[in-house]
């Protein structure tokens, strides 16, 4: 009756009925999954994506490729859309969540084609799902966070998106980011560590400054190009004439009233730098005669002020980014100052070592060897554009795994260890029994689509699925815990060897599969009806 209401007051609409619209959203989160499904796992594939432009992206991040394909099925959309949610969430995950949606949805076209409804179906999946959150809480480790673990789950994080060689030269540069911008009882804010790209040498080359990397450098030859135990001033002072912000006029009648305009104007930015060539004196001098002094001003210096500066020995940097001048503090120490008014040797901050570094036609300032830095640079060197990107991309990641780990506390074994588990829970007799009546179809079928997740680490490995599940299976009933080798297709030990996934990430995937596979199970019909598809024929034209 819907369809016919819909099709009596806009004819020119389209709907998909009872089993038509289920068997569209079916297939399209089974596209999406077929799409994805050869990325998961460190022995996953990589997609090379074309745009418009012909730009190239060659990746493997679940998030980056749902963000950059062009998906037009609406059931695809949503699903990617939330997918992208749990990465914005947990930080990683998406690949495996769309994994579970279609899976969930392939298991339960089995029953519905048996004639169970699928609101029975969706019942079951509630109950597995606080099952298996339940189960989740049982099974996670909980631990004292220290490098060696932290490095471990980096390292989980890194090596599904890189090279090995590549993972391990980034694991610890993003460790020791982390470790460095976190303090006790706050939250982590990651946006105090820089990821900086540089086109130049390897991606093994990249590694983690302790301080500060900025993509500009001194704007005057004469400025001294390396400076050791420096003082750093942050400022955000204009040094340059500024026309007013009112219109005025100036007439004068000679060319020494003239000279005597021009003069009062520049003497207008001497007094500035007089006031900071005198503090650069003042704490330049006796014990630290050999120090540097380094300027960083947000706002323009011009040519006759960068004159000035380097006859005195400072090294000056002009137009900082906005958002390096709170790392600067962070990193230095020191306070940002408005005025050049009062100046003092208390708002300077320390760094051990500044220097320019050259390459090609890019300057960059590296500000490093800071006392106790609590913003730092992870530097990504690569030969290509693409190469970089992806490194980027990755190391995200892995600064939010290890991030999650510290906040969370806990740790999941991985390599597939929780689903085969989560599983075998959820078809134990003694909880079968507290579900009534054909509501364990969907548990049963939430189980199975568990296996979705070992079963595609161990095809993309090359193994055979069955046999894999069932070497897990049978060193699980002896009450191990155990995951895939993907060097030799066996049962190991994940927590042995450092294998470890988010106990976060594990969590919102768990929630977000049940309520996305039970919303399309419950759609009976497609409506394409929008506005557009109302609007009345042109002149001339027939109605079909």
Known sequence: MSSAAVKLANPNAEVLRRGDALAMNIQSARGLQNVLRSNL???????????????????????????????????????????????????????????????????????????VHPRIITDGFD????????????????????????????????????????????????????????????????????IMKMQHQTA??????????????????????????????????????????????????????RDKLIESERR?????????????????????????????????????????????GIFALRRAKRRNMERLQLCCGGTAQNSVDDLTPSVLGRAGLVYEHVLGENKYTYVEECAAPRSVTVLIKGPSAHVLQQTHDAVRDGLRAVKNAIEDGALVAGAGAF????????????????????????????????????KTIAVNGGYDPMDVLVALEEEMADGQVVGIDLNTGEALDPV??????????????????????????HVDEVMRAGRASIKAPNPGEEEQ
């Open 268 to 312: 207008f930015v001497d007094d500035k730098l007089r006031k900071i060539v005198d503090l650069k004196n003042t704490v330049c001098s006796g014990a630290n005669k050999a120090c540097g002094f380094v300027l960083i001003n947000q706002k323009g210096i011009d040519p006759l002020s960068l004159d000035v500066l380097a006859k005195q």
């Open 204 to 257: 093994t080359d990249s590694r983690l400054v302790r301080g500060l990397v900025l993509d500009h450098g001194a704007r005057h030859p004469d400025m001294p190009k390396r400076l050791n135990n420096c003082f750093v001033l942050t400022l955000n002072v204009s040094l340059e004439y500024e026309k007013t912000e009112v219109n005025s006029s100036f007439f004068y009648s000679s060319a020494e009233q």
């Open 127 to 194: 109950a597995a799902k606080a099952e298996s959150l339940r189960f989740l809480d049982s099974f996670k480790t909980t631990m004292e966070m220290d490098r060696e673990v932290l490095c471990s789950v980096a390292r989980t994080a890194l090596r599904t998106k890189l090279q090995e060689s590549v993972a391990a030269q980034v694991t610890e540069a993003v460790v020791d980011a982390v470790l460095a911008v976190a303090e006790p009882d706050k939250p982590i804010d990651l946006f105090m560590v820089e």
């Open 496 to 521: 042995q060897e450092g294998i470890w996934d988010n106990y976060r990430v594990l969590r919102q995937q768990l929630h977000s599969c049940a309520v996305i596979a039970t919303n399309l199970l």
């Open 41 to 115: 796992s460190p022995r996953g594939t990589l997609k090379l994506l074309v745009d418009g432009a012909n730009q190239l992206t060659l990746t493997k991040d679940g998030k980056v490729l749902l963000s950059q394909m062009q998906i037009t099925n609406p059931v695809a959309v949503m699903i990617a859309r939330a997918a992208t949610a749990q990465d914005d969430v947990a930080g990683d995950g998406t690949t495996g969540l769309v994994l579970l949606v279609g899976e969930l949805l392939k298991q339960a076209a089995v029953y519905v084609e048996e004639g």
């Open 419 to 454: 689903q085969v588990a989560c599983r075998q829970q959820l078809l134990r007799p003694e909880f079968l029994r507290t579900v009534q009546g054909k509501a364990k179809m969907g548990v049963r079928a939430f189980a199975e689509a568990l296996l979705v997740i070992p």
